[in-house]
């Protein structure tokens, strides 16, 4: 396939004019080269028209400043060896003490065989400066190009908050030339493909050289937020008149599971201005009833982990993989400070024997432990059923909403009512003795704002999400503008005193 070398991406990516090279000379490896190495250098900087097979620099993106690192192909294959590595870590490390984010564009079959262990092990250094960028919340973006394979990918790229890959592009661990020399035989096809690790939540997406200055813009624009703190906003008059803990929760409990309610993707849709999925655990796993993306509502950017009504069902319910995937969302959180939705709208996490040996109740505990030692902003929104481990996974954040609508119960009503009566005919009865509807739910400082309905949401379903986004907006810049340490320590004074 046709392939931009370095300098073509990086001028179709940056703003007209705006990029700065911040190479300098290479360097020598300490051993020296031999003459027959230094031939192939020498033919590699004219066949590639660069003096390494790595490009750095910065430029704008859509008036935004970025470093930008790139692999050159066409120079020896885009291997690294010392001196592109020493490249490399120059400019992460420059792009950290500056506070820029930083894009990567690999293109690479790996470690310069010419260089041996050495060069083998500059993978780490590349990896540490990574890490030390990461610390700084500051974002690591990957575009992996066609090829990237090898130690380049299991290292600086697979390293990005986000991570995008080329339309049709060989992205893999062992370079199928590789396997078949020491196999005999040929790697399976369609695998090794950008489509494929999209398709196994490995990468978050599969876009052409074309979007890549569009989608950047877009996703810095949301995770540079935390470091951009918008204005405050007025209070939207988002509360119900009557908010009566004596109403009836049974009835509440119906109108949540109408199947015309709307659920996150309509939340989103319509009152979000910015919304970038992302894609699975990065480690193989994806579930459709966990949706994961970057937002931003109004002026207000965050992290979404929305559980999707309409993608759980007896056959596909919430399993151990949609909370990994959430600890995603929560790490990516943490690292960057950039605040955190969950919006719960589940019927219960999976029960099942593959529930049970994925390790359904060791991620319902792990989600529960890091949500509530989240150092980010959160919100937490019951948008309608909140049932069982699934519902508590994400509840504990800095902030509790719910609609109207809404509950939460440590079991569906009708299992409750089968553990205390012996059968399910009891569990309106139950849900009003348990107090798990909204307005209870505000009354035992469950909850700490209720979001109306008129009288449901199913009915006005555009006019619902439309509240509930401008009710996040002024949550999240609240919380945005508060001070880490004591939004942290009333999250957990609220918890240690809830119900004393």
């Given at each position: 396939?046709?392939?931009?070398?370095?300098?073509?991406?990086?001028?179709?990516?940056?703003?007209?004019?705006?990029?700065?090279?911040?190479?300098?000379?290479?360097?020598?490896?300490?051993?020296?080269?031999?003459?027959?190495?230094?031939?192939?250098?020498?033919?590699?900087?004219?066949?590639?028209?660069?003096?390494?097979?790595?490009?750095?620099?910065?430029?704008?993106?859509?008036?935004?400043?970025?470093?930008?690192?790139?692999?050159?192909?066409?120079?020896?294959?885009?291997?690294?060896?010392?001196?592109?590595?020493?490249?490399?870590?120059?400019?992460?490390?420059?792009?950290?003490?500056?506070?820029?984010?930083?894009?990567?564009?690999?293109?690479?079959?790996?470690?310069?065989?010419?260089?041996?262990?050495?060069?083998?092990?500059?993978?780490?250094?590349?990896?540490?400066?990574?890490?030390?960028?990461?610390?700084?919340?500051?974002?690591?973006?990957?575009?992996?190009?066609?090829?990237?394979?090898?130690?380049?990918?299991?290292?600086?790229?697979?390293?990005?908050?986000?991570?995008?890959?080329?339309?049709?592009?060989?992205?893999?661990?062992?370079?199928?030339?590789?396997?078949?020399?020491?196999?005999?035989?040929?790697?399976?096809?369609?695998?090794?493909?950008?489509?494929?690790?999209?398709?196994?939540?490995?990468?978050?997406?599969?876009?052409?050289?074309?979007?890549?200055?569009?989608?950047?813009?877009?996703?810095?624009?949301?995770?540079?937020?935390?470091?951009?703190?918008?204005?405050?906003?007025?209070?939207?008059?988002?509360?119900?008149?009557?908010?009566?803990?004596?109403?009836?929760?049974?009835?509440?409990?119906?109108?949540?599971?109408?199947?015309?309610?709307?659920?996150?993707?309509?939340?989103?849709?319509?009152?979000?201005?910015?919304?970038?999925?992302?894609?699975?655990?990065?480690?193989?796993?994806?579930?459709?009833?966990?949706?994961?993306?970057?937002?931003?509502?109004?002026?207000?950017?965050?992290?979404?982990?929305?559980?999707?009504?309409?993608?759980?069902?007896?056959?596909?319910?919430?399993?151990?993989?949609?909370?990994?995937?959430?600890?995603?969302?929560?790490?990516?959180?943490?690292?960057?400070?950039?605040?955190?939705?969950?919006?719960?709208?589940?019927?219960?996490?999976?029960?099942?024997?593959?529930?049970?040996?994925?390790?359904?109740?060791?991620?319902?505990?792990?989600?529960?432990?890091?949500?509530?030692?989240?150092?980010?902003?959160?919100?937490?929104?019951?948008?309608?059923?909140?049932?069982?481990?699934?519902?508590?996974?994400?509840?504990?954040?800095?902030?509790?909403?719910?609609?109207?609508?809404?509950?939460?119960?440590?079991?569906?009503?009708?299992?409750?009512?089968?553990?205390?009566?012996?059968?399910?005919?009891?569990?309106?009865?139950?849900?009003?003795?348990?107090?798990?509807?909204?307005?209870?739910?505000?009354?035992?400082?469950?909850?700490?704002?209720?979001?109306?309905?008129?009288?449901?949401a199913s009915q006005e379903p555009l006019d619902f999400v439309s509240r509930v986004g401008a009710t996040l907006e002024y949550e999240l810049i609240e919380l945005m503008r508060e001070p880490s340490d004591r939004r942290l320590a009333r999250r957990m004074e609220r918890y240690r005193t809830l119900g004393i």
């Amino acid at each position: 396939m046709a392939r931009l070398n370095a300098h073509e991406l990086v001028d179709i990516v940056v703003d007209d004019g705006s990029f700065v090279s911040w190479d300098t000379a290479p360097v020598m490896p300490a051993g020296g080269i031999s003459e027959e190495y230094a031939a192939e250098l020498a033919a590699a900087r004219e066949k590639s028209g660069v003096d390494e097979a790595i490009i750095t620099g910065e430029g704008m993106i859509e008036g935004r400043r970025v470093a930008i690192v790139a692999g050159e192909f066409r120079f020896l294959a885009g291997s690294i060896g010392v001196s592109a590595a020493q490249r490399l870590v120059e400019a992460i490390e420059r792009a950290t003490l500056e506070g820029l984010p930083l894009l990567a564009g690999p293109a690479s079959g790996g470690t310069r065989m010419q260089e041996g262990t050495i060069a083998f092990l500059s993978m780490v250094k590349i990896t540490n400066a990574v890490m030390a960028h990461r610390r700084a919340a500051l974002p690591y973006l990957v575009y992996l190009r066609h090829p990237t394979t090898g130690g380049v990918f299991a290292s600086w790229g697979s390293m990005g908050h986000v991570t995008v890959a080329e339309a049709g592009s060989l992205i893999g661990f062992l370079g199928p030339r590789v396997y078949e020399a020491i196999y005999g035989e040929k790697f399976p096809e369609n695998v090794q493909t950008g489509e494929n690790l999209h398709k196994h939540g490995i990468i978050d997406a599969v876009i052409g050289p074309e979007r890549i200055q569009t989608t950047v813009a877009r996703v810095l624009d949301v995770l540079m937020g935390a470091k951009e703190i918008p204005l405050r906003v007025a209070d939207p008059d988002t509360r119900p008149e009557v908010v009566d803990p004596n109403s009836d929760a049974w009835e509440a409990i119906t109108r949540s599971r109408n199947p015309e309610r709307p659920g996150v993707r309509d939340l989103l849709r319509t009152a979000a201005n910015t919304v970038l999925p992302l894609n699975g655990t990065g480690q193989g796993e994806k579930d459709p009833g966990l949706l994961l993306a970057l937002a931003k509502f109004g002026s207000a950017p965050c992290i979404i982990l929305g559980q999707d009504r309409f993608r759980q069902d007896s056959r596909a319910p919430l399993g151990p993989a949609a909370l990994r995937e959430a600890r995603r969302g929560m790490r990516l959180a943490a690292e960057l400070n950039l605040p955190l939705v969950t919006v719960i709208d589940t019927p219960g996490a999976a029960l099942s024997k593959s529930a049970e040996e994925g390790g359904i109740a060791g991620e319902i505990a792990r989600s529960l432990a890091d949500l509530a030692n989240l150092d980010a902003p959160s919100v937490s929104l019951i948008l309608g059923e909140g049932s069982g481990g699934g519902a508590l996974a994400l509840i504990p954040a800095d902030r509790v909403l719910s609609a109207e609508n809404g509950w939460l119960s440590p079991l569906p009503p009708e299992g409750a009512s089968a553990i205390v009566h012996r059968t399910t005919e009891r569990a309106p009865e139950m849900a009003q003795s348990q107090g798990v509807h909204a307005p209870m739910l505000k009354e035992t400082g469950v909850v700490n704002r209720i979001i109306a309905e008129h009288p449901d949401a199913s009915q006005e379903p555009l006019d619902f999400v439309s509240r509930v986004g401008a009710t996040l907006e002024y949550e999240l810049i609240e919380l945005m503008r508060e001070p880490s340490d004591r939004r942290l320590a009333r999250r957990m004074e609220r918890y240690r005193t809830l119900g004393i």
